[in-house]
């Protein structure tokens, strides 16, 4: 008898191997940029805020990010148990409403930790955790519509944490220079987003749902999102320029400069190019963001 109980409790119980691929790390490398970014854009000195820079970065990967990552598998694991049955939640490597509860528990563990780093930081984070659940979660399921579902995400993952990562080093509320770059950068994200919805669209159509592919047409919606990415980078580098950064808005108007020539590619057969525009393309954008924060982090460093 005590042979054969012993597994039937094990299985009951998610191994953590299950719970970090539940989680996605390879996906947090997006917010930790941006995090990074607000870092290096209030113009505080590393050597003094390191501490600061890392717990706050852990926050917007390993917790906020990894949340958000949990909170829509459980609430996909329907669709999951069709398209990607090995996903450790349809595979029943994490068994019965596990899911839901680790979801919850490092919503809760992310906002306790938030609460630590100061109250602009605990009030970003608590709006990722908003925006998090309201994408995968109904009665909103923002995830089903690709306007808002990208907008949310853009902003979730690049605006937000930018503004986290200023607000960790700086303790306050950012300056209005960080705020458009983030705000900028974020809007841009859309436009990746879009693309990154590619890979689904024909899922996306039996399943009804409205990604911009599906709405626009694939031709369409590639157009679209490299018009959204473009033009908030232009304008950053206009607002470079307007500062006085001259070299810095030189380097991100090489990386846009560049962007469109992959643009071309990209748009020439959006399904069979997308991969290859997110590791070419995708890479100069977020580059661009370090460069324009290198720039204000340098302007504002001198004016403190």
């Known amino acids: 008898m005590n042979e054969t109980a012993a597994p039937l409790v094990r299985s009951n119980l998610p191994a953590p191997k299950a719970v970090l691929e539940l989680f996605k790390p390879i996906t947090w490398f997006a917010p930790m940029w941006a995090f990074m970014c607000g870092v290096v854009s209030s113009g505080a000195p590393f050597s003094e805020k390191w501490p600061l820079a890392l717990a706050g970065?852990?926050?917007?990967?390993?917790?906020?990010?990894?949340?958000?990552?949990?909170?829509?598998?459980?609430?996909?694991?329907?669709?999951?148990?069709?398209?990607?049955?090995?996903?450790?939640?349809?595979?029943?490597r994490i068994p019965g409403r596990w899911g839901l509860w680790i979801a919850m528990v490092w919503t809760i563990v992310s906002l306790l930790f938030a609460a630590t780093l100061g109250p602009w930081v605990l009030v970003a984070a608590a709006l990722g955790i908003v925006l998090a659940w309201a994408y995968s979660a109904p009665p909103f399921r923002l995830?089903?519509?690709?306007?808002?579902?990208?907008?949310?995400?853009?902003?979730?993952?690049?605006?937000?944490?930018?503004?986290?990562?200023?607000?960790?080093?700086?303790?306050?509320?950012?300056?209005?220079?960080?705020?458009?770059?983030?705000?900028l950068?974020?809007?841009?994200?859309?436009?990746?987003?879009?693309?990154?919805?590619?890979?689904?669209?024909?899922?996306?159509?039996?399943?009804?749902?409205?990604?911009?592919?599906v709405v626009m047409g694939v031709d369409g919606a590639a157009r679209f999102a490299c018009l959204v990415m473009a033009v908030p980078q232009a304008v950053?580098?206009?607002?470079?320029?307007?500062?006085?950064?001259?070299?810095?808005?030189?380097?991100?108007?090489?990386?846009?400069?560049?962007q469109f020539a992959l643009m071309r590619r990209l748009l020439s057969d959006p399904l069979k190019h997308t991969p290859w525009y997110n590791a070419t393309g995708t890479s100069l954008y977020v580059l661009g963001m370090l460069v324009s924060a290198i720039g204000v982090g340098s302007l504002l460093g001198g004016n403190a």
Not at 145 to 170: K, M, N, R
Not at 186 to 212: C, P, W, Y
């Open 57 to 92: 970065a852990i926050l917007a990967g390993p917790m906020i990010c990894a949340t958000s990552q949990a909170v829509n598998d459980w609430f996909d694991r329907h669709v999951d148990a069709i398209n990607e049955p090995n996903r450790p939640i349809p595979s029943g």
């Open 185 to 213: 950068y974020a809007a841009g994200a859309h436009g990746i987003m879009t693309l990154n919805d590619f890979k689904a669209v024909e899922g996306d159509r039996q399943l009804g749902l409205r990604s911009l592919p």
């Open 143 to 183: 995830k089903q519509s690709g306007w808002w579902g990208p907008a949310s995400v853009g902003f979730s993952y690049e605006g937000l944490t930018w503004f986290t990562g200023a607000a960790v080093v700086t303790q306050t509320l950012p300056d209005i220079k960080i705020l458009l770059l983030a705000g």
């Open 236 to 258: 950053v580098v206009g607002l470079l320029v307007y500062w006085g950064l001259l070299l810095y808005a030189a380097g991100v108007l090489i990386a846009l400069l560049t």
